[in-house]
């Protein structure tokens, strides 16, 4: 199947279930498109059991489109670009502390914490699984995703102490969360007698100093560019020049291009409203980056839900995925608790903070992303499905009620 059928039968999908859901559903956007989305899919597989014409072309679609690169390579740069260019630096500098722990040693902690405690789950049940392979399955589902997180935090009207808390965090940690789970594969593929602990550092350094250090660099002379003119089309497409050379130069330089395109996107964001960008130049690139959001997000969650058609789900799979449901959330909630003792005094943190940022760190797409990118001897198959369950969990089940918690937590802080 071609690119552009793929992409036409894309978004008329993305589009249709838009629409069902602002329609009769009414449900968050990203929400709504997911579970629209898988019920989509258990329909054509129902109707494959009759007729295989209807599961033979659902299959072929999804074998031709290629996850990983789609969302890794393609669509991250233009989701995360986006949610940056929002994000003020005056929230951010206040909490850059705890953010910076919360995306680093809270993402590497969660790592060992999840592979481990799953190491010993399969041992129990007679799956004996290398331990390093349970490790990069923590390494995946450790980060929280910032696209979901950021579309399902706009309708839950958080305080916004505690939304720059999430979204920082998130907008980084995927980040510092990719490149955690490319040492980790690197040592999986080599052996971890073969690769040295200073190989490890420069590697963790390279890519994430080098990613910061390469946003900043380019997101400064992308403002200065834009400084010196003032036409709002031509401001506009080098805001789109900027994400998409930024990913390819960052992937050239082998440095963190998620890192990247964040540091830029705050950059940009933060300095160009008040002295490059004109008011007509500020609405059109902060509409054109929304449409854009809104677009990628709709394919982005419908693809999850149509991923379901290439999922082991045998019972043995499903009920891991489903023990490693709590497994995950109390490896972040104990990977957030040091933080938040530390800066909680400090900082004037909102009450059940620990609470609120484990349940609101929403997995996504990209920790499918990581799972498809698993060789076949790492467990590929059953990792995948793991990780779709829970997934599937975080973005419905949390999705769903961290609007309720964050609600419930704003009035309390209101009648105290």
């Not at 003119?229 to 080098?238: L, W």
Request: hydrophobic share 55%; net charge negative.
């Amino acid at each position: 199947m071609d690119i552009f059928s793929i992409i036409t039968i894309l978004t008329v999908l993305s589009a249709a279930f838009a629409f069902i859901n602002t329609k009769f559903l009414k449900l968050p956007f990203t929400i709504g498109l997911m579970i629209i989305s898988i019920a989509f899919t258990l329909v054509v597989i129902t109707l494959g059991k009759i007729n295989h014409f209807f599961l033979e072309e659902a299959e072929l679609l999804i074998g031709s489109i290629d996850f990983e690169t789609v969302l890794l390579d393609v669509m991250l740069s233009f989701l995360l670009f986006a949610g940056a260019l929002h994000t003020k630096l005056d929230s951010l500098r206040a909490m850059k502390a705890p953010i910076a722990v919360f995306a680093t040693i809270g993402v590497a902690l969660s790592t060992f914490l999840v592979g481990t405690m799953m190491y010993f789950v399969f041992l129990a049940f007679g799956h004996g699984i290398d331990y390093l392979y349970c490790l990069l399955f923590g390494a995946l589902i450790s980060p929280t995703d910032p696209i979901a997180v950021l579309g399902i935090l706009k309708d839950a009207d958080a305080p916004k102490k505690l939304e720059v808390k999430i979204v920082g965090e998130s907008l980084f940690n995927d980040g510092v969360g990719v490149v955690i789970f490319l040492v980790i594969f690197k040592l999986a593929q080599k052996g971890i007698d073969s690769v040295g602990a200073g190989e490890v550092g420069l590697l963790f350094l390279e890519e994430v100093v080098g990613g910061i250090g390469l946003g900043l660099i380019t997101g400064w002379l992308t403002f200065r560019l834009m400084k010196v003119i003032d036409h709002y089309e031509t401001e506009v497409m080098i805001t789109l020049a900027l994400v998409m050379g930024l990913s390819g130069l960052a992937h050239y330089l082998h440095v963190s291009g998620p890192l990247a395109v964040v540091v830029a996107g705050i950059v940009i964001g933060n300095k160009s409203p008040k002295i490059a960008w004109s008011e007509t130049t500020n609405n059109y690139v902060d509409k054109f980056w929304e449409l854009i959001d809104v677009l990628l997000n709709a394919i982005l969650f419908v693809l999850i839900g149509l991923e379901l058609l290439i999922i082991t789900a045998t019972e043995e799979y499903l009920i891991f995925g489903l023990i490693a449901i709590p497994l995950s959330l109390l490896a972040r909630y104990i990977a957030m608790a040091g933080p938040i003792a530390i800066f909680k005094e400090r900082l004037d943190f909102i009450p059940k903070t620990g609470l609120i940022m484990t349940w609101g760190g929403i997995r996504g797409g990209i920790s499918i992303a990581l799972a498809l990118s698993l060789e076949p001897q790492m467990e590929r198959e059953l990792f995948l499905t793991v990780t779709y369950v829970i997934v599937v969990f975080s973005i419905i089940v949390q999705g769903l009620t961290i609007g309720p918690l964050v609600k419930k937590v704003a009035r309390t802080m209101k009648s105290a």
